[in-house]
């Protein structure tokens, strides 16, 4: 599993970047978004990160890519509000 978070000040770009996120994962939180770990995806999500959104990044704004492994565990606790939305993937 891939967790992206992300702190975008704009709004204009932050709604964009959370729509490019929606076609591969499920949001987690506002800023939180689950993704299927495979080598594939992570490449594919990288790539627009480097060649569209990053020359539009601000110095305020920041990407955090945590990859996992089979053995992390993650605890979660209250209520995740998008943790059962559908994963839509766009070709």
């Given at each position: 599993m891939?967790?992206?978070s992300?702190?975008?000040?704009n ?6 970047f ?5 076609k591969?994962g499920?949001?987690m939180q506002?800023?939180?978004?689950k ?5 594939r995806?992570?490449?594919i999500i ?6 569209h ?7 305020e704004d ?11 565990k ?9 943790e ?5 993937i766009?070709?």
């Open positions: 891939i967790l992206i992300y702190d975008i000040a709004d204009k770009l932050r709604t964009k959370s729509k490019f996120l929606q591969y499920n949001r506002f800023s939180v978004y993704i299927q770990n495979s080598k995806m992570l490449d990288k790539s627009e990160i480097d060649n959104f990053e020359k539009l990044f601000k110095e920041s990407v955090l890519i945590i990859e996992t492994s089979e053995n992390c993650i605890s979660k606790y209250g209520f995740l509000k998008h059962e939305s559908d994963i839509i766009v070709n």
